[in-house]
């Protein structure tokens, strides 16, 4: 028995996308306020459902490639091949060679001086990890009044916001970060056509981050100054130039210092 | 093609051998002639992988080669030849079981063999939109780009394919 809406009816595609699942939203739930009370919806909705499953059992892995056939393909079609076989004789020396290297490298981490820059880099995967989100901002707002309270009982510590009144530059947003499992603020600012990060954080001495204060220096192509005042460690990050980054970190010292 | 987007070709490739074997094979049903088209595929998909734009649906992009390497194959063009007339969304004419019957009887898992028959008849336009989606779960948006077809149109293949289905194994079992 048809029904006037969907089954039969004009939208007898609706019961195909949801049983595809594609139906979301006010469509999903209006079928399915319809389904609980139209037999013949339902039973319909059942019927496709079945089918697909009985398409998907019937027709999913139904031919599997012969072994033959398989080991053509990886081990000639594919580029990968001869490093794998490279790789299986080499993989035990390699081992050894590597754990020795993280050895090494661990040893050196303990020097001090070493985690400044270990810290620094991770400060600039933050900075990447957020340009590249679709995300970037969980507080999206270029008004320093609506970031700052943001923060509030997210953070065991004040955020001050710099007047960007007279600069060039635009906040877009704020979100939480942790750096060495401590949880700081993360702020992105527009400068023309970049972005910028400026961090704070609870200043912890065992970072060790030492090196020179309120120096702008390198890091993986990025410029990064950091300081500490008043008990935060600020961290700002950019890719535009020395000056610009130094510019910004200007106008977070100077906020920090006004509260 | 140096080694790194070699490695990552053979990344991105080699997790789809299993599935795109079994589509070469639903889509040719001749053994032999998937296994050319699975080589054949790998073979442009590696060549034309720069073309390849990073960050988009490989999924969608290796099967659309698949499946454009296969219609240009002798089969493939044998197969084309079969007249569709699904692209007039709207007019397409939807599944009407009649309500006594017993559908649940057709889809049991000892039909399987039916069910695979009545498949391998479909019309390959229908085939692979179905088997995109029910096998591969593709959502409509990658069955859209898989074949370059819009999205509405995937969907009234997907009504008829499924009402072919349905029709062929009632055939089925009203002959047995």
Known sequence: MACELYWGGSKQLELAAFVDNELTGDARRELEAHVAACSSCAAEVQNLLRLKNSVRRAAAQRYTPSTEFRRRITERALPRRRERRWAMVWAPSLAAVAIVLLAVVWVLQRQPGSSLTATRSELVDLHVAELASANPVDVISTDQHTVKPWFEGKLPFAVNLPDLAKAEFTLLGGRVVYLHQSPGAALLFQYRKHRLSAYVFQENTKWNIGGAPGKVEHQDSFWVETWSAGGLRYFVVGDTSAENVDQLAGLMRSASEVE | ?176
């Open chain 2, 1 to 176: 093609m140096n080694t790194q987007s070699g490695d990552e070709f053979a990344e991105l490739a080699l997790p789809l051998f299993d599935s795109l074997y079994n589509f070469a094979c639903w889509l040719s049903r001749d053994r032999a002639e998937a296994e050319d088209l699975v080589q054949e595929t790998y073979a442009k998909a590696l060549r034309g992988f720069a073309s390849f734009a990073r960050g988009t649906n490989f999924r969608a992009w290796i099967f659309r080669i698949m499946r454009n390497t296969f219609l240009n194959s002798r089969t493939g063009l044998a197969a084309r030849t079969v007249t569709l007339d699904d692209d007039q969304a709207g007019e397409v004419e939807l599944a009407q079981a009649t309500e006594e019957t017993p559908e649940s009887l057709y889809f049991e898992q000892s039909n399987q063999e039916a069910i695979r028959e009545a498949v391998e008849d479909l019309p390959v336009a229908f085939r692979e939109t179905l088997l995109l989606a029910d096998v591969e779960e593709m959502s409509y948006r990658e069955i859209a780009e898989t074949l370059g077809i819009p999205e509405g149109t995937v969907m009234s293949r997907l009504a008829r394919a499924r009402k072919l289905l349905r029709t062929a194994l009632q055939g089925k079992v009203v002959r047995t």
